[in-house]
């Protein structure tokens, strides 16, 4: 450390004359840290950082219900939740959240966010404080002015930070709500990547077209649930304490409570660390995270290599210096402590200008152009874990490259300095050149990273060329939760009138509706029934479907191979009609029309009539295999979805505005 000054200042005295080296060298080795930096920030803003706001997260847990398939990481019903509340020797506090899609604002500026449905305790739980006004409690929704809290992020964004924000009005899907508080900054829920903006008691829910009694069913399970444990109690005796509970709730309420094999559903218990990714897809998001991961580890040891080829080119031009400084005494540990401190200086520069890179990127990242449901946000800012991780990434990559050239210039031999002998690796008999020992492992790695690249690209063309099942080109897509039915007003009546003056529009061909979109967030399972079909034994009836308007399928272009699409006169009071795909016509009826077959589906009383069969299509994303599903037409279930299909003549976008007004001059 005494002598670190002076070689730090010989470092640079030696950069500043060979300019070239030291720039190329700092640019190469910038671009594997930066790569390495910019992974780790984004695994760290998804997996390592704790919810921003809560008190003591690592006290935290996920509960799940089983799913009536079979997979234990499903949601729970509102009752069960009240059941697990109960708990009270291992549990201090549960709560309960269902996020939903939603739409602030009014017509001059509409955005959507994410609501959470939540019950009283939820901000009890998680220990959340508010920066303005208070939060919701038991005594919130039961009044005749719903209140709500809102993001500190949608404070900022949307009030301008107002000071007197409590008691000001929120329209919420085209209803009034109060504003009663904001949450603490940075607090935006617990679904990573996609904030929460908007948090509303469950008894206010149906008030604003986001749920309703389904939320008091026990065989309704909509909810996410978080318990904190009381002082002293770990997570196995939580697992232990629900093993017994789903016990008793299956002897209590066998229907509800027992799955598709016959036995009893499961209460999984999750530390809140393993909850940050969805635990259905916890195995592919690590899988592809790890991918990546030594994908940049790579590139970073191919630009190490190439920086080390160039460091040893540069040592073999000061092997005489090198050489004489020897043999005027300096030790060969001073000469390596030189080399190393010039190395480690080209590293802490990269270092430095990767980091610079990694903060432009993530700025850049705009996560909310992605076109899918609801909007995705990720805190991206810096934290001491990235700051240590760039630290360790700088000082091991000095390492790496600098230290087998000084090494080989501390072990030089003075009569082969002499003869001008090249630096040289032995292997047995044969000797190698230490800078063609570092191309073959640059090439060795180069084309590893080239037949992965290509095996992506390929997998990519693929996935382009998988037909999902329909066409969106050309299709407008308009969330109408705004248009909630006025008082007196049937569903059907409004989802038809509204319909009409869409299409009334210049340049609109068709105009439908859906509960969910195809590839997209939500999916939604009913138990089915098919006549004269036999299920086996622990045979799984569920199948996923939409609830969708008039002429779905011709809006979307979904080819139909048999039947007809659903029409304006199939609504209340007409016979019960389904559209099957060709998937469930051949696993319940194989060699046999569809067509004229009943159905019978948990969304009402009584069968349904099977008067269309449409190709089997991509529900979920592009890879999955063929799966059983249904349509139901929502003019017969008291019910006009949520989501608008516009299909156009020309650029859907160009009628965005037009669609909007239509919106607010039908909102109640």
């Not at 594997?32 to 919810?51: D, E, Q, S, Y």
């Not at 997260?57 to 509102?78: F, H, M, Q």
């Not at 080239?450 to 693929?462: D, I, M």
């Amino acid at each position: 450390m005494l002598t670190l000054p002076s070689d730090l200042r010989f470092a640079v005295r030696g950069l500043l004359r060979s300019p070239g080296y030291a720039i190329v060298a700092v640019l190469t080795l910038a671009l594997g840290i930066g790569a390495n930096v910019t992974v780790f920030t984004l695994v760290n803003a998804v997996l390592l950082r704790p919810p921003a706001g809560v008190w003591h997260p690592e006290r935290l847990v996920g509960l799940y219900t089983s799913d009536y398939s079979g997979p234990a990481y499903g949601t729970s019903s509102y009752p069960d939740v009240e059941e697990f509340s109960a708990a009270r020797d291992v549990f201090a506090g549960v709560a309960a959240f269902a996020p939903r899609p939603t739409v602030v604002g009014d017509e001059r500026a509409p955005e959507r966010v994410v609501a959470d449905v939540v019950s009283p305790a939820y901000f009890d739980v998680l220990g959340v404080r508010p920066v303005r006004g208070r939060l919701l409690g038991v005594a919130d929704g039961r009044g005749r002015s719903p209140a709500v809290v809102i993001s500190h992020d949608l404070w900022r964004r949307r009030f301008a930070a107002d000071p007197a924000i409590v008691g000001r009005t929120l329209l919420l899907n085209g209803r009034p709500a109060i504003i009663v508080g904001v949450a603490a900054r940075g607090f935006a829920g617990l679904s990573r990547g996609i904030p929460t903006d908007v948090w509303l008691p469950i008894q206010s829910a149906g008030l604003f077209g986001i749920g309703g009694s389904e939320f008091r069913e026990r065989g309704t399970r909509s909810f996410l649930t978080v318990a904190r444990l009381q002082p002293g109690v770990t997570v196995e005796r939580a697992r232990v304490r629900m093993d017994v509970l789903a016990r008793r709730l299956q002897a209590a309420y066998p229907d509800e409570w027992t799955d598709v094999r016959e036995q009893g559903r499961r209460i999984t218990v999750l530390e809140e660390r393993a909850t940050r990714v969805p635990a259905q897809v916890a195995g592919p998001v690590l899988g592809f995270v790890a991918l990546i991961g030594v994908t940049v580890g790579l590139v970073l040891l191919i630009c190490c290599a190439n920086v080390a080829g160039l460091a040893l080119t540069r040592v073999s031009r000061r092997a005489r210096e090198h050489a004489v400084r020897l043999s005027l005494g300096a030790s060969r540990r001073r000469l390596v402590a030189q080399l190393l401190t010039e190395s480690g200086l080209l590293a802490v520069l990269s270092g430095g200008v990767g980091v610079l890179a990694t903060l432009w990127l993530t700025d850049l990242v705009d996560l909310g152009a992605l076109q899918i449901e609801v909007p995705i946000r990720l805190d991206l800012a810096p934290d001491a874990r990235v700051v240590g991780f760039a630290l360790l990434a700088t000082l091991l990559t000095g390492v790496v490259f600098g230290l087998t050239p000084a090494l080989r210039a501390s072990r030089a031999d003075l009569t082969s300095v002499l003869k001008a002998e090249h630096a040289v690796l032995t292997l047995g008999r044969r000797r190698l050149p230490l800078q063609s020992v570092l191309v073959v492992v640059q090439m060795a790695v180069s084309t590893l990273l080239l037949v992965g690249s290509l095996l992506f690209v390929r997998a990519l063309q693929g996935a382009a060329g998988i037909d999902p099942g329909f066409r969106a080109e050309g299709v407008l897509l308009a969330d109408a939760a705004a248009r909630i039915p006025r008082a007196g007003e049937s569903s059907a009546a409004a989802g038809l009138a509204f319909r009409e003056r869409l299409l009334a529009l210049p340049g609109v061909r068709a105009v439908t509706w859906a509960t969910t979109v195809p590839l997209g967030v939500a999916v939604s399972r009913t138990g089915t029934s098919p006549e004269g079909y036999q299920p086996g034994q622990g045979e799984d009836m569920e199948v996923a479907f939409n609830v969708v308007g008039p002429e779905y399928f011709t809006t979307l272009r979904m080819p139909l191979v048999a039947g007809r699409d659903f029409t304006v006169q199939d609504r209340a009071g007409s016979e019960g009609v389904i559209v099957v795909n060709e998937e469930f016509a051949r696993r319940y009826w194989p060699g046999q029309n569809p067509l004229g077959r009943s159905v019978r589906v948990g969304l009402g009383p009584g069968a349904r009539r099977v008067v269309g069969v449409v190709r089997t299509g991509r529900y979920r994303s592009l890879a999955e295999a063929p799966r059983p599903y249904v349509y139901v037409p929502s003019l017969q279930t008291d019910g006009w979805g949520v989501v608008l299909h516009v299909r156009t003549d020309g650029d859907p976008r160009a009628l965005a505005s037009a669609v909007r007004a239509a919106v607010e001059d039908t909102r109640p």
